[in-house]
């Protein structure tokens, strides 16, 4: 499996983003002046701090710059289930930094979320029996459930403790209770 998955997130990934580009704090520095001009790291949320960071840095003043020879290995969550579950904390990341930084990450349209999902595991799998790659046919149906449960991520709470009462304004949220918009 850490084969399969060690196609995913990248630092190389996060630096595409344009303006709203960021390192992942997985391997990183900060000057320490930097850092405490900024507040640090945030303790309130449970995902998207290093992005988050990043955001109030550049709003500081200061520049982000990518060191190629930097580099860092992690190891793989070593189940499907934890992957994903480490996804949809990602996704609920991503979804709370759009909210706080309007158009940083925008979602997918989820009413077509299913049906890509659907035709990328397709054509990978036919792509994967033409070049007869057991690899390629795992990752055509890995990638969509990937992204899918970081775009349905995007919809829990990112709030760290995690309450009751922040799953209960999550699920009040997601049904569209009274004066609440749709997440």
């Known amino acids: 499996m850490d084969r399969l998955l060690g196609r995913g997130h990248t630092a190389v990934h996060t630096f595409r983003l344009g303006s709203w580009s960021y390192p992942t704090t997985s391997n990183v520095a900060v ?3 930097a850092f405490e001009a900024a507040g640090g790291f945030r303790e309130d949320i449970r995902a998207g701090e290093d992005a988050d960071l990043s955001y109030r ?3 500081a003043g200061w520049t982000i710059e ?4 930097a580099s ?3 190891s793989s969550r070593p189940t499907l289930y934890s992957f994903l579950a480490q996804k949809l904390v990602h996704g609920a ?10 158009g940083c ?3 997918r349209r989820r009413p077509g979320l299913v049906w890509w999902g659907a ?3 397709v054509r990978g799998l036919i792509a994967a029996v033409r070049s007869r790659d057991r690899d390629r046919a795992l990752w055509a149906l890995f990638e969509p459930v990937e992204v899918l449960a970081w775009e349905f991520g995007r919809s829990l709470p990112n709030e760290r403790p995690l309450t009751p009462g922040v799953w209960r304004r999550a699920l009040r949220d997601l049904c569209g209770g009274p004066g609440t918009p749709r997440i």
């Open 72 to 74: 860092v290995i992690h």
């Open 31 to 33: 000057l320490r002046a």
């Open 119 to 121: 035709r990328t595991a």
């Open 57 to 59: 840095l550049r709003a």
């Open 105 to 107: 990450l925008p979602a």
């Open 66 to 69: 990518r060191r190629e020879s």
């Open 93 to 102: 990341g991503g979804g709370w930094l759009n909210r706080q930084y309007p």
